[in-house]
């Protein structure tokens, strides 16, 4: 769990700097960099967690793997889509030509319309999140004060066949609920 928490730590941090990134590496490129000094240039300036995936796409190049691939491999480690439609713009501009610092500028835009976008579905379905925590612990605190102020008759919850019966189909319905209540305030885009 923990190597689950830091690894969609790492790749939402990476998602928050790859803007930066790609705006750095069109100012390169129209600088008059090459493709490799402009990623050497992010690599140097950037911060990790993109300053390190750029450095090991540079290690890479310098073992003797195609600047490309190396740029594969790192979209494969890193799972981002905007890095990934990045990556694939870099392999058709360098096979086919083209403007890379303008694509990159265009990436940049979308980007940053996904993610305000992004922000505006959160806010919008926070109240669903916070209805389904709610419903998931009301019948928690309900039962508590009912131990609280007549604990022999809630003992009949998990001392009788009835109680138990009832007691599981209880937490059955409230583990249900709580998911289908988060799953439909959940939006996928």
Not at 53 to 60: D, K
Not at 169 to 186: C, E, H, N, Q
Request: proline share 3%.
């Amino acid at each position: 769990l923990i190597v689950k928490f830091m690894k969609k730590r790492r790749q939402k941090m990476f998602a928050a700097q790859l803007v930066d990134s790609l705006i750095m590496l069109s100012n390169g490129l129209r600088a008059g960099f090459t493709l490799q000094q402009a990623v050497e240039m992010v690599a140097q300036e950037a911060k990790p967690p993109v300053s390190q995936e750029f450095e090991l796409i540079l290690r890479e190049f310098h073992f003797g793997v195609d600047l490309e691939t190396a740029m594969l491999n790192s979209s494969k480690r890193v799972r981002n889509d905007d890095f990934d439609l990045a990556v694939t713009a870099i392999a058709i501009c360098r096979q086919v030509g083209g403007n890379l610092p303008e694509i990159f500028d265009r990436i940049v835009s979308m980007v940053r319309d996904r993610k305000l976008i992004e922000g505006k579905v959160d806010a919008l379905t926070a109240q669903g999140r916070l209805q389904a925590l709610i419903v998931a612990l009301l019948p928690w605190v309900f039962a508590f004060f009912c131990v609280k102020i007549n604990p022999e008759l809630m003992r009949l919850l998990w001392t009788t066949i009835p109680g138990i019966l009832a007691m599981a189909l209880a937490i059955t319905l409230d583990v249900a609920g709580y998911f289908w209540v988060r799953k439909l305030s959940m939006v996928k885009y």
